[in-house]
């Protein structure tokens, strides 16, 4: 835990904790949890509570510890721990469906015309249609999908192992991000770790049939190891770097690493 919160000097962290607790007193349920977890996770449990006196200066606390959050969660992630697999029969139907607009709004694409960009630090930046990922090595899984707006469901999802993909395109595995961008404006990334973890699938199915509409058609990056939000659907292009790239969610305060 030493290391961990070397991180920080003990002046950050103590501001930090001290800020957070006043926010975990007072604010949602959900940022509660997710607050609660930061502070365990950065080892940086149990301070009584202050006034909140100074709402950008608790921001940036806060951002604060999600970074330390970050980098405790990057330290203790296995590369080689698989999330827990289910039987088909305990898949959830229907499965739900989450975005940050109503049903309504899926975007319609055109499997067709669409293509799969390819950017940054990469050997080949050829664009990918959908006949040519359907020619590669396919696997499915069953695994618990976790939203933190408080649901989980059993889904089975199949496609290319990432990990091959990465490879295909000679990615620079090195690098420390795989940044992504969707048909609907979202957008997110992820570690280089979690992009090669054996279960981080480049999803052109669910439960057996090309993934719909609602579930992110044509491409969806599917990881059982991270919380619903870092899961993208419709996905349009995907580049690697070593400048952060942010997301949707995490640029507005969710937890970048967002494990699960
Ligand atoms: N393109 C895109 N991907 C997205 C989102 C989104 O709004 N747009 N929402 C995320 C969130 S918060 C969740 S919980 C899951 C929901 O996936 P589902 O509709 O397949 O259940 O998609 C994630 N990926
Ligand atoms: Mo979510």
Redesign the pocket.
């Known amino acids: 835990m030493k290391r961990l919160l070397s991180f920080l000097s003990a002046r950050d962290a103590e501001a930090a904790t001290r800020d957070a607790s006043a926010l975990l007193a007072r604010g949602s349920a959900s940022r509660r949890v997710f607050l609660r977890r930061s502070l365990t996770l950065g080892g940086l449990a149990m301070l009584g509570g202050c006034d909140i006196t100074d709402a950008r200066g608790v921001e940036a606390a806060l951002a604060a510890v999600s970074r330390l959050n970050d980098r405790a969660q990057a330290l203790l992630f296995d590369p080689a721990r698989l999330a827990p697999t289910y039987p088909d029969s305990q898949i959830a139907r229907p499965?739900?469906?989450?975005?940050?607009y109503g049903e309504d709004e899926i975007p319609q694409i055109d499997g067709a015309d669409w293509r799969l960009e390819v950017s940054g630090k990469v050997a080949d930046r050829r664009s990918w249609s959908l006949e040519q990922l359907r020619v590669l090595p396919q696997v499915a899984q069953v695994t618990r999908?976790i939203?933190v707006e408080g649901w989980s469901a059993i889904g089975k999802w199949s496609g290319v192992p990432f990990s091959l993909f990465l490879q295909k395109i000679g990615a620079d595995l090195t690098a420390k991000y795989v940044g992504f961008h969707?048909a609907?404006d979202?957008y997110t990334s992820i570690d280089m770790p979690t992009a090669l973890h054996p279960q981080t699938v480049l999803a052109l199915d669910y439960d057996g049939a090309a993934l719909p509409p609602?579930?992110?058609y044509p491409l969806k990056l599917r990881m059982p190891t991270k919380l619903?939000?870092k899961?993208?659907?419709?996905v349009r292009a995907l580049f690697v770097t070593d400048t952060y790239p942010g997301g949707y969610w995490e640029d507005q305060g969710y937890n970048w690493f967002g494990g699960s």
């Open positions: 499965f739900p469906f989450n975005a940050f999908h939203c969707c609907d979202y609602k579930y992110g619903g939000y899961n993208p659907k419709h």
